[in-house]
Nanobody, 116 residues
Framework: QVQLVESGGGLVQPGGSLRLSCAAS????????MAWYRQAPGKQRELVAS???????NYADSVKGRFTISRDNARKTVYLQMDSLKPEDTAVYYC??????????WGQGTQVTVSS
């Protein structure tokens, strides 16, 4: 059974930081590209950041320079370090695992709220 379990969300003030974690089980983690998506109320789900098997990363323009994605294959975990948070970063953040056209999986999501 495949599971992606996110943690680390919460309420933070503008300018603050949060670190999201996504622990995977049931997959050969090192073979998967991993990503974080987010969905704000009334908006479509959007890609925030991704990291492939070779640790090459990609970021949405809106988070470049503020967010950092990383992975620990030994722990089967992907992280999203979020700094200089803004109210517009408020959303449910989802972990996503993809292995080309073979398989993909989603986590259940974790709420991030940026507000004073």
């Amino acid at each position: 059974q495949v599971q992606l379990v996110e943690s680390g969300g919460g309420l933070v003030q503008p300018g603050g930081s949060l670190r999201l974690s996504c622990a995977a089980s049931g997959i050969n983690f090192s073979m998967y590209s991993m990503a974080w998506y987010r969905q704000a109320p009334g908006k479509q789900r959007e890609l925030v950041a991704s990291i492939n098997r070779f640790h090459s990363t990609n970021y949405a323009d809106s988070v470049k320079g503020r967010f950092t994605i990383s992975r620990d294959n030994a722990r089967k975990t992907v992280y999203l370090q979020m700094d200089s948070l803004k109210p517009e970063d408020t959303a449910v953040y989802y972990c996503y695992a993809n292995r080309a056209s073979l398989a993909d999986y989603w986590g259940q999501g974790t709420q991030v709220t940026v507000s004073s």
